[in-house]
């Protein structure tokens, strides 16, 4: 009944989904053992809007190589949004059929969980996947809610670092990135100056605002979420808000461009030697800016831990320098064709595909004997410091619903701040309807 309502709670957005699995899988002859010969596998996958030409390359080369294993072809369909992620999710498990393998970003694995349409991961499930020692341990952390009921495959690793400018910081006299939120704001302050600003932030992209406000509310003691209670009204969360906001509309210490950006254009800002830091950007960054004009005047810190309006870490608080994120993948109980569905999961979790993977999009690997051979790598310690500090955010279905209340509040601001302006009364509102929408969404959640 429960797993009843949260279906019919998004059933008012969902849309109809055409893909759809096919075949039997019956295990034969091959490479794999499997003959997939005549079958189709359906996978969905977030577009990757840094790297288009490259993904498009990448969606071949795994068809091709599949097709050589086990004769099946593979289909690739993509999300752009956080919204249109959920939907895809929704409308599949509302109709029963859809892609045979998802793509879902670490904090849409509860929502995946929660409606039970999900292959949950047995014993002789992981023997397929070459066993669970094949995966780095961190990346299983949001698999499932325990360690026996896990739905999640690690497929890429996320840990959020900062980027910044050495030649710029040099010249300026300082020698680090600041570890408090405030002490950054004063060195962006400093570095802001002519066509050059102190932060590229992308207030437009999907993906990243809510993770800001995450970050500095859990810095602060404020998990957002406790109990199946959301928290997004508290004074943590609003100070929170007014920092992120604030950067472009009162402290003007990023470009007011900025209002417009997209991940890859804040990105391509910072390359271009326009901006000092660049927080909230993962290893995927590197590939672009080893190419840019920035190459090797850049390098990666861990984010600030210490929250807007403290010197130091509160009693409560959690020292997160990230998300534990990345993408799962997850199996599709409708699909007809599991035994396939695993082999390609196989495929794509392998050393020899996830090093390709990381040196085409710099996503981290969660391949254990690849992510060992990156360790040696002076640049990307940093990253791997991060990933070891990184906190989980709740394993509740409704969590993606929360998040994208999160990301409203910031949405619903734009207009306000193309003008430069930061409404504080119509901010609270903005967080007061969010808060509204969090709750009611827990309510109906498992």
């Known amino acids: 009944m429960r797993r009843m309502s949260f279906i019919a709670a998004v059933a008012a957005t969902a849309l109809v989904l055409a893909a759809c699995g096919d075949g039997d899988g019956a295990p034969e002859s091959g490479e794999t053992g499997l003959n997939g010969a005549g079958k189709t596998l359906n996978v969905l996958v977030q577009a990757n809007t840094i790297y288009p030409d490259q993904q498009r390359s990448w969606f071949t080369e795994i068809n091709d190589k599949f097709k050589a294993q086990t004769g099946a072809e593979v289909k690739f369909e993509t999300f752009a949004s956080p919204n249109d992620e959920l939907t895809k999710i929704q409308t599949s498990v509302l109709s029963g059929q859809g892609p045979d393998i998802y793509s879902l970003g670490t904090t849409f694995t509860p929502t995946a969980y929660a409606t039970g349409a999900f292959l949950e991961l047995k014993d002789d499930d992981w023997k397929k996947l070459g066993g669970k020692d094949a995966f780095l341990p961190a990346t299983l952390g949001i698999s499932g809610p325990d360690a026996e009921h896990q739905v999640g495959i690690p497929f890429t690793s996320r840990p959020f670092v900062m980027a910044y400018n050495t030649d710029l910081l040099k010249a300026a006299g300082i020698d680090k990135p600041a570890d408090s939120w405030d002490g950054l704001l004063e060195q962006a302050k400093k570095l802001t100056s002519g066509g050059t600003y102190g932060l590229a932030v992308a207030y437009a992209d999907g993906f990243d605002p809510w993770k800001f406000i995450w970050a500095m509310s859990v ?6 979420v406790k109990e199946k209670k959301a928290s997004l009204t508290d004074p943590s969360t609003l100070k929170a808000y007014q920092t992120y ?9 990023v470009n007011p461009a900025a209002v417009g950006w997209k991940n890859a254009q804040a990105i391509a800002d910072f390359g271009a030697g326009k901006a000092a830091f660049l927080p909230m950007v993962s290893a995927t960054s590197k590939v672009t800016l080893d190419k840019s004009a920035v190459a090797g005047k850049y390098a990666y810190a861990i984010m600030p831990t210490i929250p807007p309006g403290q010197t130091s870490k509160p009693s409560g608080g959690v020292g997160a320098t990230s998300i534990l994120s990345g993408d799962n993948l997850v199996v599709a109980k409708y699909t007809k064709n599991k035994d396939l569905a695993l082999a390609l999961v196989k495929l794509l979790t392998s050393a020899e595909q996830q090093e390709s993977y990381y040196k085409t999009f710099g996503e981290m690997p969660t391949n ?7 360790q040696a790598d002076p640049a990307l ?16 279905g409704a969590w993606s619903q929360v998040q994208l209340a999160l990301v409203n509040v910031v949405v619903q601001s734009i207009p306000a701040l193309k003008d430069g302006k930061l409404d504080e009364a119509k901010l609270k509102q903005l967080i007061a309807d969010g808060q ?11």
């Open 245 to 253: 906001l604030g950067w472009l509309a009162t402290d003007k210490v």
């Open 219 to 224: 810095q602060a003691g404020n998990p957002l």
């Open 368 to 374: 254990a004997a690849a992510a060992k051979k990156l």
């Open 436 to 446: 509204k929408a969090a709750q009611d969404a827990l309510d109906k959640s498992k």
């Open 381 to 396: 310690a940093p990253i791997i410091d991060s990933a070891s500090k990184a906190s989980g955010t709740p394993f509740n």
